[in-house]
């Protein structure tokens, strides 16, 4: 296939479609059980799922809300610049259709630690509580995603057990831990899913990019062919 043109539709859509390909497959590989003691499921989809997020985060939700960047893919389709304003205009992450509910557990903020050691246990009790459910539903799509992002970014993550707990059982879960910003460092915001309802979210939130068909209609110029700056 040839290069993309639209980087925050068509790279998300090659992962998403390597994802469903491959993920079964990977995860039933004895070598890959042999060697690592357990299949690479997850590191897998981790693989995917960091330009699946940040690509999108990068080239089109920072250029729509002013914030510096290195590329801009507004132009490139109209149509989705314009769904993206509407789902990050103040929208709760359950409003949207890349959300299911009681897959997410949330906290807002919570005292910082190094999450590159053993987490609080604090936090765990806080993430297993059904009001971080509740937190994650509410959460606004702007926090919810920039935590995700920035987790995927920074090294912000963790393999968690099928309590939500970091041990050398398998891994049925994963951390997400963020600073809500550069200027707060003192606080981490915290996302936990399960692997499952972590493929879940990319098969959704990769069908919700594609939706406006931008990779039959634009030129096959490359990215970059469009220069003028988004109609406010």
């Known amino acids: 296939m040839g290069r993309p043109t639209h980087y925050s539709t068509e790279v998300v859509t090659r992962c998403q479609r390597l994802i469903e390909r491959l993920s079964d497959q990977i995860a039933s590989d ?41 590329a801009d893919d ?4 109209l149509d989705l610049s314009q769904r993206v304003r509407e789902q990050f205009d103040g929208r709760l992450v359950s409003a949207t259709p890349f959300f299911v509910d009681g897959d997410w557990a949330y ?9 590159a050691d053993p987490w609080p246990a604090t936090v765990f009790d806080t993430l297993d509580d059904p009001g971080a459910l509740t937190a994650a539903a509410n959460a606004p799509l702007d926090r919810f995603l920039g935590c995700l992002r920035n987790a995927l970014s920074h090294g912000g993550v ?4 099928q309590n939500g707990r970091q041990s050398h059982a398998a891994t049925n879960m994963l951390g997400f831990a963020s600073f809500p910003s550069v200027k707060r460092t003192d606080e981490l915001r915290i996302l936990r899913v399960s692997v499952d309802g972590f493929e879940r979210f990319l098969s959704l939130w990769s069908r919700w ?23 406010a």
């Not at 906290?107 to 999450?115: E, G, M, S």
């Open 74 to 77: 507004t132009m490139l389709d």
């Open 158 to 161: 963790t393999y968690l057990d």
């Open 107 to 115: 906290i807002d903020a919570t005292l910082a630690f190094r999450v």
């Open 209 to 231: 990019l594609a939706e406006s068909g931008v990779e039959q209609e634009i030129s096959q110029d490359g990215p970059g062919w469009y220069s003028e700056p988004l109609a």
């Open 30 to 70: 004895p070598a890959l059980v042999d060697e690592f003691g357990g299949p690479l499921r997850t590191t897998f989809l981790l693989a995917m799922s960091t330009p699946m997020i940040v690509l999108p985060m990068e080239r089109l939700y920072k250029p729509l809300v002013g914030r510096e960047g290195v």
